[in-house]
């Protein structure tokens, strides 16, 4: 009988060990999960509740010598997902009404490591198609519309390689330049290029809360909104005028050159090139048949014959 009983004060013991045991493991994770991990929680809740929002700076104008703008911005719709907040099925709808393949929107969607920041999958998007997205938006939980600053240049080709042109930024260009995020557009050849860093302004952003399926609630009242601050305009010595009297009177030749400088202080009236391009073409993206018009060896459009011509 005895023996007995210790047998069972050794498994009563052994059973009470056990709980102690169950109860300490339990009080570790709660420490871990608290104290230790509880920012990360936290942040990571706060993703899941707010949104960032970037507010697209303007680039900065070029003028001619008379203050006449030869570049500018223009307001454009633009169409964005949050990843985490998307489905497959909607990219499918949104990709049929933009005319886009899903394939390039998923590419651009995995650039962003934060799922919850919107990427930018279509711009400058004609207002038809916004006006289906927006009727239909309830049923696209994730998807956005919007409306941001993009280049302009009013006179088409005429200042085409003088001041170069903007595109999106490449993967490539990504890994290298950390302050730009997908989607941001980048200065290319001209003075575009040359003076990125003083035209492409800083990027403003709005705190949004939003809901379970990502739809917009208002504004987070514990953050304070950033504002957008617009890039620097740039002054040339470019005269428009007389640029647009040189294009006239080059009309009856296919390819030709120009440069007229000031002979007493050598300041730069007209660089013209022939033929150019529709810098403006660029801002929405070229299909791969523009852009093979634009690489043709024999007229050669993006060959700046004024300056890269002996």
């Known amino acids: 009988m005895l023996q007995s009983m210790d047998e069972d ?11 102690f045991g169950v109860f300490a493991i339990i009080l570790i994770f709660c420490v871990k999960l608290q104290i230790f991990e509880g920012r990360k929680y936290y942040r990571l809740s706060e993703e899941n509740r707010i949104k960032k929002k970037y507010a697209t700076a303007p680039r ?6 008379r203050g006449r703008e030869i570049a500018n911005t223009r307001p454009a719709f633009y169409v964005s997902v949050v990843p985490a907040l998307v489905e497959q099925s909607c990219l499918e709808k949104i990709a049929s009404i933009l005319r886009i393949d899903t394939n390039s929107i998923q590419k651009k969607m995995k650039l962003e490591k934060n799922p919850y920041i919107s990427v930018k999958i279509n711009r400058d998007v004609p207002f038809e198609q916004i006006s289906i997205i927006e009727e239909l938006l309830e049923d696209l939980p994730g998807v956005e519309v919007g409306i941001e600053p993009v280049r302009n240049y009013p006179r088409q080709e005429l200042f085409c390689h003088v001041l170069g ?13 950390k302050e730009y995020k997908i989607g941001d557009y980048v200065g290319r050849i001209g003075l575009e290029q040359k003076y990125e860093s003083i035209l492409k302004g800083i990027d403003g952003i709005d705190y949004i809360e939003v809901d379970v399926k990502g739809r917009e609630l208002g504004k987070v009242s514990e953050y304070r909104p950033i504002s957008p601050t617009p890039g620097k305009d740039i002054y040339t010595t470019i005269d428009l005028e007389l640029t647009d009297s040189t294009a006239q009177f080059l009309k009856q030749f296919s390819r030709a050159a120009v440069v007229a400088l000031n002979p007493q202080n050598g300041e730069v009236y007209v660089i013209y090139s022939k033929p150019g391009f529709d810098p403006n073409r660029f801002v929405h993206g070229l299909t791969d048949s523009e852009w093979q018009t634009l690489n043709n060896p024999v007229d050669a459009p993006l060959y700046d014959r004024a300056i890269m011509s002996c």
């Open 9 to 19: 004060l050794k498994k009563y013991r052994l059973f009470q060990g056990l709980i």
């Open 60 to 65: 900065g104008n070029i003028y001619d010598r």
């Open 165 to 177: 042109y903007v595109s999106e930024i490449t993967e490539l260009e990504l890994k290298q330049m």
